[in-house]
């Protein structure tokens, strides 16, 4: 399962509290307490809901262990614990069973094999009343568990999936278990962008910043003037700025490609601010969609010996016709002997499929091996923050106009020359305008 062996994936929650203050560093007894007091335990009698959710200790759905010496790991700073849910669904088969064999009963003893009114009525009570028995045996419950790992040290829990159903019912979950006291937020990339600047008072710097256009509108884009990108998946949902995660995934593209595959991060736990050298590679597949939201989506993959697919042509034609990517395989490694194979979803902030490093080979206590696995994992999510961070540096600052002609020539440098059965551009791709510092043009874009 996740964290604990196999392949980890995760989302980010920051835990906060009502007052500002800083949560618990530590997972203390009281903290084990409030999750034992929430383990789902399905009762014998009676009919519970369609869909219940409670705690387990995660080595399985039953695991009601929430000792110290069992979930607790890195000195008592990390939790491991699963959400637990139970649905009580009768199938849609089965329903239209129980229906046709009720009708055919119903029908054989009525008068001339029509039902009346009333006798309608009375069908559908038993139908309900055989739905409710169904139920109550309890045969259609089935159990599911999303582990995550709460990370008190850094005010953060990491949790297995980011569908939105299971990260709502983990938030209220967790309201339930803390009263209030202990709030969770997902983060995004916007959220993400925002914690970061404001550390340094730059919150005002994120509120100014606008999707860059790299490239002119495609063809299709009604408004001939709007040549700002929509970016629909970010400023249609609750965080707006989440479009800096896909500039990002550009940002280490053009990098990677131009520049080499290592850059120097600080890390956010780093006491000395030392910087840590990250070397990167991107590769297995590239999924990316229209930042105009006319041209629709694309999935390129790679054969396992073959190239990276974001070298191919396609991806080039797809960058410079305005696909962003969303969501890109990568190779990480940092200068601790570290390396992590992943997928990483940059407007979301969730990272898929981690193949984490292999313990030393002398390493046989199964105790140490699942805080080895613990620690690597906290440290996959302090690397790409530190990267993240690094971009936001840059993307906040004067130094992006620069490097946003960067990547607009590299796009257009990069995109193999047209065939006959391509689809050309509709206008020369240039240098477009920066929203963020030419009021004019802004002035002028429909929103």
């Known amino acids: 399962m996740p964290f604990l062996n196999g392949q980890v994936s995760f989302a980010r929650l920051a835990i906060t509290t009502p007052t500002g203050s800083a949560g618990p560093s530590l997972i203390g007894e009281s903290q084990l307490d409030a999750l034992r007091e929430h383990i789902l335990v399905p009762g014998d009698i009676g009919v519970k809901g369609e869909i219940e959710s409670g705690w387990c200790a995660g080595a399985h759905v039953y695991d009601e262990d929430f000792s110290a010496e069992h979930s607790t790991f890195a000195g008592g700073s990390v939790l491991h614990c699963a959400l637990r849910t139970d649905t009580n669904r009768v199938p849609g088969e089965i329903k239209r069973a129980i229906k046709g064999q009720l009708e055919k009963a119903a029908k054989a003893d009525a008068e001339g094999g029509f039902l009346s009114r009333a006798e309608k009525r009375d069908l559908r009570d038993m139908l309900e009343a055989s739905l409710h028995k169904e139920l109550a ?3 259609h419950r089935a159990s599911g568990m999303t582990p995550l790992l709460w990370d008190a040290e ?13 990260t709502e019912a983990l938030i209220d979950l967790w309201r339930r278990t803390f009263e209030n006291q202990l709030l969770l937020t997902t983060l995004s990339a916007g959220r993400l962008a925002y914690n970061h600047l404001a550390t340094s008072g730059r919150t005002r710097d994120l509120e100014d910043l606008k999707p860059s256009p790299f490239t002119a509108p495609p063809p299709h884009v009604g408004d001939s003037h709007a040549r700002t990108p929509d970016v629909p998946w970010s400023m249609g949902g609750p965080e707006p700025h989440d479009f800096l995660g896909n500039e990002f995934l550009i940002w280490l593209w053009r990098r990677w490609e131009e520049e080499g595959a290592r850059i120097d991060v600080t890390l956010p736990s780093s006491r000395t601010q030392a910087p840590t050298t990250l070397e990167f590679a991107l590769d297995k597949h590239v999924e990316m969609q229209c930042a105009w939201g006319v041209t629709g989506k694309q999935t390129l993959r790679g054969d396992a010996e073959g190239p990276s697919p974001l070298r191919m042509p ?13 969501k890109l395989g990568m ?8 390396a992590w194979r992943c997928s990483l979803n940059a407007d979301r902030w969730a990272v898929t499929g981690i193949a984490l490093p292999d313990p030393p080979e002398d390493m046989e206590d199964e105790r140490e091996k699942l805080e080895w696995r613990i620690d690597k994992t906290r440290a996959l999510d302090e690397r790409f923050l530190g990267l993240f961070h690094a971009f936001l540096d840059v993307r906040a600052s004067d130094a992006w106009t620069t490097e946003r002609h960067r990547i607009s020539d590299w796009i257009r440098s990069r995109r193999p020359v047209a065939r006959n059965d391509r689809q050309k551009p509709s206008v020369e791709i240039e240098h477009a305008p920066d929203p963020s510092i030419e009021a004019p043009f802004e002035e002028s874009r429909s929103v």
């Open 331 to 338: 190779l990480l490694a940092d200068d601790e002997g570290n």
């Open 137 to 139: 045996s309890g045969k």
């Open 154 to 166: 850094r005010h953060t829990l990491l949790f297995a999936t980011s569908a939105n159903k299971a």
């Open 314 to 326: 396609e991806a080039a034609d797809a960058l410079a016709g305005g696909k962003w990517p969303r």
